[in-house]
């Protein structure tokens, strides 16, 4: 871990820090283009950044496959949506904190016969106290990061199929929160002291990471996928957390915040507009590329991660 530290260290640049206050204050570019009777799968739709990007591709004439938590929300979410613009809109229901209901939503999307165009990775959670999910992980590090992971990699073989598809992971700049890298030996957190800025900035490091190794899986297939910083926008993560942080967030974090427009601005860009025919590997703040923190680029702990991960879910196992 020291000889990571002080690889980092020298790594790093001023001239990333400058670039990324820069781009925070920039407008998303806008994709002119429709999207008319293509598939879009999106988790976490129900509410904030998901929400208003199903209604955007919608807009644009996309049919939606939305993966949520809650049956009712799901519902007036579709009923909503085919109502206002006369696409098909489906849903499944899962918990994407539960290993298990990760491989069954993502086996069922692998049995689709209709091609998914656009996959984007929207769901998130913030805690600020350590919370187990049922299979014993760090639900943070479960939700940002095995989730995506699971969802890629039963997908991988049906997109690859398709000649065709992009994936977008809804990152974020907080993963300069995890800015000596990843401990390998404490993913789940059990031999360092929690916090929440920490986990999460080590979850989107590892989010980032998975990306490295699925770009090179899909080299030369059609199918790309990138990480994007959806803004500093408002949503509802962090409602899990006690009441005086929903306080704090809601009379002092909330007011500095924008609209979740910009992000779903950003993510149609990304997943419709020519301009990133081709692009992959990449990580964008809202829709300016820009370079991740020194942890989120290192290739061998994105490999070693990469086979613990497969360890940790014993994925080629459960995968069929």
């Known amino acids: 871990m020291r000889k990571k530290t002080a690889q980092y260290i020298k790594e790093y640049k001023w001239s990333n820090i400058f670039a990324m206050i820069r781009n925070n204050r920039k407008d998303p570019k806008i994709c002119p283009d429709d999207f008319k009777d293509k598939l879009v799968a999106i988790t976490g739709a129900t509410s904030g950044i998901g929400y208003v990007t199903a209604r955007k591709y919608a807009a644009r004439g996309a049919n939606l496959l939305c993966i949520n938590r809650n049956p009712k929300k799901s519902e007036t979410l579709c009923q909503e949506i085919e109502k206002e613009f006369g696409v098909k809109c489906d849903y499944k229901i899962a918990d994407l904190s539960v290993i298990k209901e990760i491989f ?7 049995e689709l016969q209709t091609p998914i165009d656009v996959l984007i990775h929207n769901a ?7 919370e187990l999910t049922p299979d014993g992980f760090e639900k943070v590090f479960v939700v940002h990061y095995l989730s995506s992971f699971i969802m890629n990699y039963i997908l991988m073989e049906k997109l690859k199929a ?7 992971m809804v990152g974020s700049e907080g993963h300069r929160f995890a800015a000596w890298g990843l401990r390998l030996d404490d993913l789940n957190w059990q031999k360092r002291r929690y916090s929440g800025l920490k986990s ?8 980032l990471l998975s990306m490295l190794v699925f770009d090179d899986h899909f080299r030369n297939t059609g199918v790309t996928i990138n990480t994007m910083h959806p803004g500093a926008v408002k949503t509802d993560t962090g409602q899990e957390n006690g009441p005086v942080y929903r306080w704090f967030k809601r009379n002092f974090f909330d007011k500095t915040l924008k609209s979740p427009e910009i992000s779903a601005e950003a993510l149609y860009y ?17 829709t ?3 370079e991740p923190a020194p942890p989120a680029l290192d290739k061998e702990v994105a490999r070693e991660l990469w086979n613990e991960t497969l360890k940790m879910t014993s994925i080629t196992e459960r995968s069929h």
């Open 162 to 168: 398709q000649e065709k598809s992009r994936i977008i």
């Open 200 to 207: 999460y900035g080590s979850a989107k490091t590892a989010q």
């Open 104 to 110: 069954r939503v993502s086996n069922e999307m692998a």
């Open 124 to 130: 998130g959670v913030y805690l600020t106290k350590r």
């Open 270 to 286: 990304l997943g419709v507009s020519g301009e990133l025919d081709g692009v992959s590997g990449k990580f964008f703040n809202l």
């Open 288 to 290: 300016t590329q820009e």
